[in-house]
């Protein structure tokens, strides 16, 4: 599975961004899809998930209420949609597909694919 992420950018605190990842190669409806998001130094950190079965959805403490993760199935792709962005929002954003557990779900490890990353940067 290939996995094209894009829609970061740079913004000002309180504004929004949807990232976008396109999947090649196979079905998302197959695959628990994550997003996660890395700061230069620092481990890759888990920000939001929506399950294969049954399309449930999970976020961190700190996406949760600001960001919103969905899946158009007929498009293979996911989205990331994020508003009220904060400069510690700033990092690389990755999305990920595989199949862990239900209680591994915020795991890097359990990921399979990723996608390149998308930069979203949060001025001040």
């Known amino acids: 599975v290939q996995l094209q992420a894009c829609g970061g950018g740079l913004v000002q605190a309180g504004a929004s961004l949807r990232l976008s990842c396109v999947a090649s190669?196979?079905?998302?409806?197959?695959?628990?899809m994550g997003w996660f998001r890395q700061v230069s130094g620092k481990e890759r950190e888990f920000v939001a998930v929506?399950?294969?079965?049954?399309?449930?959805?999970f976020y961190s403490d700190s996406a949760k209420g600001r960001s919103t993760i969905s899946r158009d199935i007929a498009k293979n792709t996911v989205y990331l949609q994020m508003d009220n962005l904060k400069p510690e929002d700033t990092a690389v954003y990755f999305c990920a597909a595989g199949r862990p557990i239900l209680s591994a779900i915020t795991l890097s490890s359990m990921y399979y694919y990723w996608g390149q990353g998308t930069l979203v940067t949060v001025s001040s």
């Open positions: 929506v399950t294969s079965s049954g399309g449930r959805t």
């Open positions: 190669g196979g079905t998302i409806r197959t695959y628990t």
